[in-house]
Antibody
């Protein structure tokens, strides 16, 4: 059973960058899975942000692509999210997740709330 | 992008009720549909994949059906642990998109 744990600052100032890390344990990050990020703004639904393979191959939601970078560090068994130029609209609970080869999300972290505010 | 629309947004039901949630896609997604259960403060949980395949460990009172653009999630006899928000997700083509959610609350 894979374990996923998000970490990072809970408060980010507008126009700055949001950075989160997802630690993967009890499972090999180099297995045949993509790893991804999903967010949920308060009172709203789920939004896929982007996904990455252990090789570094990544793809993003076009709605966020210009501001998103997802990277992977296989030596530390973790992957990371960077979202630049944040605004209050980026306030959300951010989840990391494992994707099956078919691209559905079969395991999730507990999520971490990031608030964008001055 | 493929838009996913769930109905209803809120469903009030009692323990023992049979409940049905509908998910419609803006275009055909074949059977590339998943259902998730989400409780506050918890990780979302995958219930059903490929529209009707029950995940291991998920109670048999949950079932999924449909193909093309219309899908349903049915809980045959609602249990106290089932009060949660349910989301559908298409994984036919990126960007992967979710329905807006259906909150199942106690009547």
């Amino acid at each position: 059973q894979v374990r996923l744990q998000e970490s990072g600052p809970g408060l980010v100032k507008p126009s700055q960058s949001l950075s989160l890390t997802c630690a993967v344990s009890d499972y090999s990050i180099t297995s045949d899975h993509y790893w991804g990020w999903v967010r949920q703004p308060p009172g709203k639904g789920l939004e896929w942000i982007g996904s990455i393979y252990h090789s570094g191959s990544s793809y993003y939601n076009p709605s966020l692509k210009s501001r998103v970078t997802i990277s992977v560090d296989t030596s530390k068994s973790q992957f990371s999210l960077r979202l630049s130029s944040v605004t209050a609209a980026d306030t959300a609970v951010y989840y990391c997740a494992r994707l099956r080869p078919t691209r559905l999300f079969d395991d999730w972290g507990q999520g971490t709330l990031v608030t964008v505010s001055s | 992008d493929i838009q996913m629309t769930q109905s209803p947004s809120i469903l009030s039901a009692s323990v023992g009720d049979r409940v049905t949630i509908t998910c419609r896609a803006s275009q055909s997604i074949s059977s590339w549909l998943a259902w998730y259960q989400h409780k506050p403060g918890k990780a979302p949980k995958l219930l059903i994949s490929k529209a009707s395949s029950l995940e291991s460990g998920v109670p048999s009172r949950f079932s999924g059906s449909g193909s093309g653009a219309e899908f349903t999630l049915t809980i045959s006899s609602l249990q106290p642990d089932d009060f949660a928000t349910y989301y559908c997700q298409q994984y036919k083509s990126p960007p992967w998109t979710f329905g807006q959610g259906t909150k199942v609350e106690i009547k």
